[in-house]
């Protein structure tokens, strides 16, 4: 098994290194009459499967005001089982199965995964399609995972790193969905109990077809893995709803913020500018993508000056989520002591300035696209790994093609792209600042 990992992870790594398609397994789309989308990636990872769904459905979709929260709701209600398969027989058939069964939500989209032996494929596909299907709640059942809910809400929130994604959100959004975090906005949150109806028609809404990709990985067969999908989900009726979410106008000025945090904690300043939606190949985003890495991560200049030498930070962390709709690249700065937060903003600020003005090395920006292939490769080391990374590109495309495109256009980004972009996107006019200072010792 060793060398197996070691001759797969070898052949990802060569053809990182080798400027071919960075996504070395081969893979079979399935289309269904009602819109089902099937993946199959056979791997040569003996008797290991991962099933990930993919709904296309996330925060961005919650678009009636006073109804956030629900797609990461149904992360949870789904557990709730139907008359089939209720909660104590959905678990046991996982743990006869040794199966690991778990969800995640984020802006774009809700993903269920599990990982089991291949002779549980079926059995696992079946149970999963009953549950797409036909989820039974009670109005009890319902209001008791909605305060579960909440009592998640109160545990994130009492994290200040939660509160300034929350408030950098609000400041950068007023219109689009994005204004509010996966979770929603706490008064919604508090109502959600009384929502039992809108539960039932949000799920479906969204919980169709159309909306989903089935996305299995491992030790499997593609006519085999497509005859069990039609047997279980090819049935299941396509649904008639699309969302009509709002676009965001440009923004009209600079942003900034100050939150103050009741207890003790180190000051952090989120620094913000509105870039544009995912696109494989638009040269917009990847600049973006490659300027997060060469401008701001841990082995950028900046990170070693700011945390390393100076030591007047202990994080710098760029984020620039792959988004449906424009979304913010940030870059979050953790600061040691408050009297250098202005000296460190004015820092960061001044190598978004840099980028405008000075055109990057041609050989370091070389360095960047292969560190952003070797990683990428690097991390799928198995079928889950795989799977999982995926997934996030199989809710903006539904097809695992579109990573291929995307880096096919981080190899054609220059130094002066590099400039041309960073002049687009960080201006004044689009940027947000947010600072958050802890409360006295």
Same mark, same amino acid.
């Given at each position: 098994?060793? +060398?197996?990992? #070691? *001759?797969?992870?070898?052949?990802? $790594? @060569?053809?990182?290194?080798?400027?071919? %398609?960075?996504?070395?397994? &081969?893979?079979?789309?399935?289309?269904?009459?009602?819109?089902?989308?099937?993946?199959?990636?056979?791997?040569?990872?003996?008797?290991?499967?991962?099933?990930?769904?993919?709904?296309?459905?996330?925060?961005?979709?919650?678009?009636?005001?006073?109804?956030?929260?629900?797609?990461?709701?149904?992360?949870?209600?789904?557990?709730?089982?139907?008359?089939?398969?209720?909660?104590?027989?959905?678990?046991?058939?996982?743990?006869?199965?040794?199966?690991?069964?778990?969800?995640?939500?984020?802006?774009?989209?809700?993903?269920?995964?599990?990982?089991?032996?291949?002779?549980?494929?079926?059995?696992?596909?079946?149970?999963?399609?009953?549950?797409?299907?036909?989820?039974? +709640?009670?109005? #009890? *059942?319902?209001?008791?995972?909605? $305060? @579960?809910?909440?009592?998640?809400?109160? %545990?994130?929130?009492?994290? &200040?790193?939660?509160?300034?994604?929350?408030?950098?959100?609000?400041?950068?959004?007023?219109?689009?969905?994005?204004?509010?975090?996966?979770?929603?906005?706490?008064?919604?949150?508090?109502?959600?109990?009384?929502?039992?109806?809108?539960?039932?028609?949000?799920?479906?809404?969204?919980?169709?077809?159309?909306?989903?990709?089935?996305?299995?990985?491992?030790?499997?067969?593609?006519?085999?893995?497509?005859?069990?999908?039609?047997?279980?989900?090819?049935?299941?009726?396509?649904?008639?709803?699309?969302?009509?979410?709002?676009?965001?106008?440009?923004?009209?000025?600079?942003?900034?913020?100050?939150?103050?945090?009741?207890?003790?904690?180190?000051?952090?300043?989120?620094?913000?500018?509105?870039?544009?939606?995912?696109?494989?190949?638009?040269?917009?985003?990847?600049?973006?993508?490659?300027?997060?890495?060469?401008?701001?991560?841990?082995?950028?200049?900046?990170?070693?000056?700011?945390?390393?030498?100076?030591?007047?930070?202990?994080?710098?962390?760029?984020?620039?989520?792959?988004?449906?709709?424009?979304?913010?690249?940030?870059?979050?700065?953790?600061?040691?002591?408050?009297?250098?937060?202005?000296?460190?903003?004015?820092?960061?600020?001044?190598?978004?300035?840099?980028?405008?003005?000075?055109?990057?090395?041609?050989?370091?920006?070389?360095?960047?696209?292969?560190?952003?292939?070797?990683?990428?490769?690097?991390?799928?080391?198995?079928?889950?790994?795989?799977?999982?990374?995926?997934?996030?590109?199989?809710?903006?495309?539904?097809?695992?093609?579109?990573?291929?495109?995307?880096?096919?256009?981080?190899?054609?980004?220059?130094?002066?792209?590099?400039?041309?972009?960073?002049?687009?996107?960080?201006?004044?006019?689009?940027?947000?600042?947010?600072?958050?200072?802890?409360?006295?010792?």
């Amino acid at each position: 098994m060793r +060398y197996l990992l #070691a *001759a797969v992870l070898s052949l990802s $790594l @060569a053809q990182a290194a080798s400027g071919s %398609k960075i996504f070395p397994y &081969p893979y079979k789309t399935d289309d269904y009459a009602n819109g089902l989308r099937l993946i199959t990636v056979p791997t040569d990872f003996p008797n290991v499967v991962a099933l990930y769904i993919v709904v296309q459905t996330g925060s961005r979709n919650e678009i009636e005001p006073g109804k956030t929260g629900f797609a990461h709701f149904f992360e949870h209600m789904m557990f709730r089982g139907t008359k089939l398969f209720p909660p104590e027989k959905y678990q046991a058939a996982l743990s006869a199965a040794g199966a690991a069964s778990n969800a995640f939500t984020s802006d774009d989209l809700t993903a269920y995964h599990m990982t089991f032996s291949k002779q549980d494929l079926e059995g696992m596909l079946r149970m999963e399609a009953d549950r797409f299907q036909n989820l039974d +709640y009670s109005p #009890a *059942a319902f209001k008791t995972e909605a $305060l @579960a809910v909440l009592g998640e809400y109160n %545990k994130n929130s009492a994290s &200040p790193y939660w509160k300034l994604d929350e408030v950098t959100r609000a400041q950068a959004f007023h219109t689009h969905t994005y204004q509010h975090t996966t979770m929603g906005f706490l008064k919604d949150i508090e109502d959600m109990p009384n929502q039992f109806e809108y539960s039932r028609e949000f799920f479906n809404r969204y919980y169709r077809p159309e909306y989903t990709t089935i996305l299995v990985v491992g030790d499997v067969q593609p006519a085999q893995t497509r005859a069990l999908v039609e047997k279980y989900w090819g049935a299941w009726k396509r649904g008639i709803y699309k969302a009509e979410i709002p676009a965001e106008p440009p923004m009209n000025g600079p942003k900034t913020e100050t939150v103050k945090w009741p207890t003790p904690t180190l000051p952090l300043v989120n620094i913000a500018f509105r870039g544009p939606a995912y696109d494989d190949r638009s040269k917009d985003h990847a600049a973006l993508d490659i300027i997060s890495t060469m401008a701001f991560s841990s082995n950028s200049a900046l990170y070693r000056q700011l945390v390393l030498t100076e030591q007047k930070a202990d994080e710098l962390e760029p984020y620039y989520p792959n988004r449906r709709d424009p979304q913010l690249f940030e870059v979050l700065t953790r600061v040691k002591k408050p009297e250098d937060v202005k000296a460190v903003e004015e820092r960061v600020l001044a190598t978004f300035s840099s980028l405008k003005d000075t055109l990057v090395d041609a050989k370091e920006l070389a360095r960047v696209k292969q560190r952003l292939r070797y990683e990428l490769a690097l991390s799928m080391d198995n079928s889950e790994a795989i799977a999982r990374t995926l997934a996030g590109f199989i809710a903006l495309r539904r097809t695992p093609e579109t990573i291929n495109t995307l880096y096919e256009t981080y190899d054609k980004i220059t130094p002066e792209d590099i400039r041309d972009v960073a002049r687009k996107y960080f201006t004044e006019k689009g940027r947000v600042i947010v600072t958050l200072t802890g409360g006295a010792k």
